[in-house]
Nanobody
Framework: QVQLVESGGALVQAGGSLRLSCAAS????????VGWFRQAPGTEREFVAA????????YYADSVKGRFTISRDNTKNTVYLQMNSLNLEDTATYFC????????????????WGQGTQVTVSS
């Protein structure tokens, strides 16, 4: 029904910034809550941020609050994650997901997932 593709991952120095994009096709993204998750090798996938369908509500993990900003442009069928003040602990593969979950911070309930984009933060 909907396909998601992440982009924007890169190698960046600590303290730097990146903007990730999640582009959707096949169906309008506006009917879904969209979340960002990340996973480092040997760790469980963890919640980063989420945004409601009409963008009037956003949610952030404590570890990124104040540094990351999630936004969406439903006209472009795209969700963004602006990441500032990156540190080594932000290194991970970042995934976007779409759905209508009961619990926005959990991966369960998001029906559609992208394949991920790699973010590597160096010192």
């Amino acid at each position: 029904q909907v396909q998601l593709v992440e982009s924007g991952g890169a190698l960046v120095q600590a303290g730097g910034s990146l903007r990730l994009s999640c582009a959707a096709s096949g169906r309008t993204l506006s009917i879904y809550t969209v979340g960002w998750f990340r996973q480092a090798p040997g760790t469980e996938r963890e919640f980063v941020a989420a945004i409601s369908r009409n963008a009037d509500n956003t949610y952030y993990a404590d570890s990124v609050k104040g540094r990351f900003t999630i936004s969406r442009d439903n006209t472009k069928n795209t969700v963004y994650l602006q990441m500032n003040s990156l540190n080594l602990e932000d290194t991970a593969t970042y995934f976007c997901a779409a759905g209508n979950p009961l619990l926005r911070v959990g991966p369960s309930g998001y029906a559609y997932w992208g394949q991920g984009t790699q973010v590597t933060v160096s010192s």
